[in-house]
């Protein structure tokens, strides 16, 4: 199957049916394929061919929703990009891929103008064979703290993802999916696939303001709300505050992924949207998901991620390579169709993460994260390779604390930088609370060696483009309080 099928299988089921919305407008099945079909025209008289990349710069709307669909029609690779992205990764990511064409935000209304044109005209591009192991789309990572580097996706390895998550999440065609991330991030990406595999309608919502989240879930009649921490956080506080809903509440599912989402958080989403799932799902973009938490048990095993995804297999490793038992911990290695072929053009980072089955020669993923599997096949994540650390001689993870930080009344968001040289373990928070009392209340949740040295109370923590703590940045920001000692920090 290739990606421009989900689209055309849906307007052959309910070309009537509403697909896409954003801020200026919303278009049927039918609509959206027709101007994706007119976007593959408009590619071809600009020279685009099977195997070339197409660099797109645009926020995500229903005109990039439509271009990507006509990038894989013409059997080109999709590359997305973030509108945000500094010129210094947007350099490197050009010479990485080395497009033939890069159409940037400037380009947008030119470009769309032409499209346009074509979709009235019903201008048809000349046949292209696709097949479904061409690569559909390259995503870059975020480059926070090195060059971006590209994951390469096929058509049949984004089409069998798309299917399996389907399968356990179960999008209908009366669902409509608020979707608030770019489809530069593959998150944002899938849940267009995810909703014309349903035949639901997505609400493209990146551009909103934060205040107006709230009453446009409500008033959009969202049913599928995507979330990552940060956000599902939002949310959760606007309803607080809320006390006389203009709108009734139709969110029957919420669906988290990018970090553990704290059980207190989850709690609160259930008491504000009464009846809502919240499904807790683990993955890398290298394979796209590994293990969901099927919605139906979604209050069972809180401390599981899932079940790996149907047809896929999960792998708990030790150092050697020999696989674990269950309940023990080691590194979370993923087998399966869904498994990318790879980085675009990085030999010896692709032979680091993705090696061959020393058996059958299955290519596996080594996503350098570590986990558990227990009896029934329940999937268990630690924590990130970068998460996990030593301290006073004990091994603990990021996670852990920022869990309990969060289980403190008070505590709106939590971070925790690891220790590094001469700098001690570091929580930020945003919170109500002085930072000692923060401190004193960690010491009843966590042992003594887990309690960081250092607490520092943030008006609002800084996150990546894709919602995560930027840790990164906040390590920069401690060391260069530890250099110049400023009030208000708690040792």
């Avoid at 064409?101 to 346009?116: K, P, R």
């Avoid at 097949?131 to 049949?156: C, I, N, W």
């Avoid at 669902?175 to 608030?180: L, S």
């Avoid at 269950?326 to 090696?355: C, D, K, N, S």
Wanted: contains cysteine; aromatic residues 6%.
């Amino acid at each position: 199957m290739l990606v421009h099928s989900f689209l055309d299988e849906a307007e052959a089921r309910s070309p009537d049916a509403y697909a896409v919305q954003d801020a200026a407008g919303r278009w049927t099945y039918r609509e959206l394929a027709r101007h994706s079909r007119a976007a593959e025209y408009w590619l071809q008289t600009r020279g685009v061919q099977r195997g070339d990349r197409v660099v797109v710069q645009w926020e995500t709307t229903r005109e990039l929703v439509a271009l990507m669909f006509g990038v894989s029609r013409r059997g080109a690779v999709f590359v997305p990009l973030n509108p945000g992205m500094k010129q210094y990764h947007l350099e490197s990511v050009i010479a990485n891929a080395e497009p033939v064409l890069v159409l940037s935000a400037a380009d947008t209304a030119d470009t769309w103008a032409g499209i346009e044109r074509a979709a009235d005209e019903g201008s048809l591009a000349e046949p292209t064979t696709v097949e479904p192991q061409d690569v559909a789309v390259l995503v870059y990572t975020s480059g926070s703290t090195a060059a971006p580097k590209g994951v390469v996706e096929p058509h049949a390895q984004i089409a069998f993802a798309t299917m399996s998550i389907g399968a356990v999440l179960g999008y209908r065609d009366d669902d409509v999916v608020f979707c608030r991330f770019p489809v530069s991030w593959d998150y944002g990406l899938y849940k267009v696939l995810l909703s014309c595999h349903g035949r639901s309608e997505i609400v493209l919502a990146g551009a909103e303001s934060d205040l107006r989240l709230l009453s446009l879930i409500r008033r959009t009649g969202a049913t599928v709300v995507p979330i990552v921490p940060s956000l599902a956080a939002m949310i959760a506080t606007l309803a607080e505050r809320d006390t006389s809903p203009e709108e009734p509440n139709r969110v029957r599912m919420f669906t988290n992924t990018g970090a553990a989402l704290p059980q207190p958080t989850i709690e609160k989403l259930r008491k504000a949207f009464d009846g809502a799932r919240v499904v807790r799902q683990f993955g890398q973009t290298e394979c796209k998901r590994i293990a969901v938490m099927p919605p139906e048990l979604d209050d069972h095993r809180p401390d599981s991620v899932g079940l790996p995804l149907p047809g896929t297999r999960v792998l708990i490793l030790d150092e050697d390579g020999g696989e674990l038992g269950p309940g023990q911990v080691g590194e979370i290695v993923a087998a399966g169709p869904h498994v990318m072929p790879g980085y675009w053009r990085a030999p010896e980072l692709t032979a680091r993460a993705f090696r061959p089955d020393p058996v059958t020669g299955e290519p596996r993923l080594h996503t350098g994260d570590y986990g558990s599997l227990d009896e029934d096949g329940f999937l268990y994540f630690e924590g990130r390779r970068d998460d996990m650390f030593k301290r006073k001689g004990i091994r603990m993870s990021t996670l852990e604390i920022e869990a309990a930080a969060l289980d403190v009344p008070g505590v709106h968001a939590a971070a925790v930088v690891p220790p590094s040289g001469d700098r001690d373990l570091c929580l930020f928070v945003e919170a109500d609370l002085p930072p000692h009392t923060v401190l004193r209340e960690l010491f009843q949740r966590l042992e003594p060696q887990k309690v960081p040295s250092l607490c520092r109370v943030l008006e609002r923590i800084p996150l990546t483009a894709h919602g995560k703590n930027a840790t990164a940045e906040l390590a920069r920001m401690l060391d260069a309080e530890l250099a110049a000692p400023a009030e208000g920090v708690a040792r």
